[in-house]
């Protein structure tokens, strides 16, 4: 197992990155600092930790960060993850999610240190797959702004990687849902991981809001088995410059997800740059990880409706 001692969580206080400060904590006997800006994030979802002693908050943006080198791992999830708005703020996606990123590994070959690098991705770089399940040699084919800034994010990574002693992992996430999913305050939030939105919309008395006819199927996977897939890959010691596929391995149209909610549901337009389908082959993490999804997510909807 590799040794790591302190760690950096960008984007801590954002829905996966508070789930993994939580995870890190009661899993680990780690030093973490995390960093947000709050674009997105809430300062709700860290609130508990911010007086345990293992964990130091800085309030401020990835940008500033003026160095690495007191961390052996750094799990960079900090963004702007919405597809949609990555259409309209064009330049703004841009920054937070490639520029900045870069910042970040420019800082460890200027430093010539070179931390695990745990980079948060999607599946959303496969656009609408031909292979299903997908693996990860399936053709790139980016929709939208936001899938294609994940994906220049790993080629970066991988280019750096044949002059540098990079150590990354790129993690590409399918259809996250658990805890804190949805933030109201997000200005964003319209654009949120449709499980949240449902959720919250149903216990508001709202109407589900199904995009399209509704049969379009997502991969759902619970926060909880990312945050153990980022977990085992900062200590595997043999994982080295490559890609994972997390997701559950199995599928759900968003319009029998919306009935498993509530029958008060209506259909509105479907939207660019989305996947008609996203199902993931986790064979790969699985066997090079040894990691495997425990969550269902019927058990997750029945406890939260
Ligand atoms: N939720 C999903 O559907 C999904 C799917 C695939 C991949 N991902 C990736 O997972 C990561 C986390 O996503 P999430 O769903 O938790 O989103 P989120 O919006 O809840 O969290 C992102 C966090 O990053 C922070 N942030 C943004 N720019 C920053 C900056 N410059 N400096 C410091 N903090 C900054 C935000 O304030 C926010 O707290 C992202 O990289 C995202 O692209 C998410």
Redesign the pocket.
């Known amino acids: 197992m590799k040794k790591i001692n302190n760690v950096l969580i960008?984007?801590?206080?954002?829905?996966?990155?508070?789930?993994l400060l939580d995870y890190l904590l009661s899993k680990t006997t780690w030093k973490i600092t995390g960093?947000?800006?709050?674009?997105?994030?809430?300062r709700k979802?860290i609130e508990a930790h911010l007086n345990e002693a293992r964990f130091s908050f800085i309030e401020?943006?990835?940008?500033?960060i003026k160095s690495l080198k007191p961390y052996d791992c750094i799990f960079?999830?900090?963004?702007?993850?919405?597809i949609q708005p990555s259409f309209e703020f064009v330049t703004e996606h841009i920054?937070?999610?490639l520029t900045?990123s870069m910042h970040l590994i420019e800082l460890m070959v200027k430093e010539n240190n070179f931390p695990k690098f745990v980079?948060?991705?999607?599946?959303?770089v496969y656009g609408t797959p031909e292979k299903i399940p997908t693996p990860e040699s399936e053709k790139i084919d980016c929709l939208s702004p936001?899938a294609f800034q994940?994906y220049e994010v790993e080629k970066y990574l991988e280019l750096l990687s044949t002059r540098y002693p990079l150590d990354y992992v790129c993690?590409?996430?399918?259809?996250?849902y658990g805890p804190?999913?949805f933030?109201p305050d997000?200005k964003?939030n319209a654009y949120?991981?449709v499980v949240g939105i449902f959720l919250y919309r149903h216990k508001n008395g709202q109407q589900l809001l199904v995009t399209g006819d509704g049969s379009q199927k997502r991969d759902f996977i619970h926060?909880y088995d990312?945050a153990k897939a980022n977990y085992l890959a900062a200590v595997n010691p043999n994982i080295l410059n490559t890609a994972f596929n997390i997701g559950n391995g199995d599928t759900l149209s968003v319009l029998d997800l919306a009935k498993q909610i509530s029958s008060n549901y209506e259909f509105i337009p479907k939207r660019e740059g989305e996947s008609d389908i996203t199902f993931a082959d986790v064979t790969k993490a699985k066997q090079m990880l040894d990691w495997f999804p425990e969550h269902d997510i019927k058990d997750f909807i029945k406890n939260n409706i």
């Open positions: 960008t984007g801590v206080a954002g829905f996966i990155g508070s789930n960093i947000d800006n709050y674009s997105t994030g809430n979802n401020g943006s990835i940008e500033d960079h999830l900090a963004a702007l993850p919405r920054s937070a999610n900045f980079f948060s991705s999607s599946s959303a936001y994940k993690l590409r996430y399918f259809n996250p804190r999913s933030n997000n964003f949120s991981s926060v990312l």
